[in-house]
């Protein structure tokens, strides 16, 4: 099947740093990408949509401008969390179509001190 | 706006029982119903896809079943084992779109 992968799989910033990260289809092309934000014990919540050559589209209640989204080629997507607050803290995970069906990536995990 | 339900939202039971679990969804206009199971800090596995024209897949031990006029799902997972003990979670995409829209989740718990 279909590969999804996600960089870095866990990243620990201080409190009003911005970090990035990465999302990968390997063996695949995907001009669509989603990413997912999961709090604990929680269930997983559809941030934006990412797309190939154009603006992401976020969902209600997600702030553009602290989680940025970049869909370079049409295998990555990096997710940019800036000024980062505890409160961000969370596992991201991102997902990618082929033909009918979501491939996942394994996660990031976000630690904010 | 889609809402994904799913009961119990816990459950521990012995090894060797057959079990259910459920998922309930408030829009009948889907694309596809996946299920999913999530151990402990870790990411999704992809358990069944169930297409909006199909009524049901099977995989092992699981069988899942899609009744899209009902807005029902149930998965079921025969002979558990202690390694099935995980947190199961449903995912329902709309017509015309990849967005998943994810359940509440059931963490079962299967004792030795």
């Known amino acids: 099947g279909a590969v999804v992968s996600q960089h870095p799989s866990w990243v620990i910033c201080k409190s009003g740093t911005s970090v990035k990260i990465e999302c990968r289809s390997l063996d695949f092309q995907a001009t669509t990408m989603f990413w997912y934000r999961q709090f604990p014990k929680q269930s997983l919540m559809l941030m934006a949509t990412s797309n190939e050559g154009s603006k992401a589209t976020y969902e209600q209640g997600v702030e553009k401008d602290k989680f940025l989204i970049n869909h370079a080629s049409l295998t990555l997507s990096t997710l940019t969390v800036t000024s980062a607050h505890p409160e961000d803290s969370s596992f991201y995970i991102c997902?990618?179509?082929?033909?009918?069906?979501?491939?996942f990536g394994p996660g990031t995990r976000l630690t904010v001190t | 706006k889609q809402e994904v339900t799913q009961i119990p939202a816990a459950l521990s039971v012995p090894e060797g029982e057959n079990l259910v679990l459920n998922c309930s969804f408030t829009d009948s206009a889907i694309y596809n119903l996946q299920w999913f199971r999530q151990d402990p800090g870790k990411g999704l596995t992809s358990l069944l896809l169930i297409q909006s024209s199909q009524r049901e897949q099977t995989s092992g031990r699981l069988n899942a079943s899609l009744d899209k006029s009902s807005g029902r799902s149930t998965l079921y997972i025969a002979a558990s084992q202690p390694g099935d003990s995980a947190t199961y979670l449903c995912a329902v995409s709309a017509s015309g779109t990849y967005k998943y829209i994810f359940g509440t989740g059931t963490r079962l718990k299967v004792l030795a």
């Open positions: 997902s990618a179509p082929q033909r009918y069906e979501q491939y």
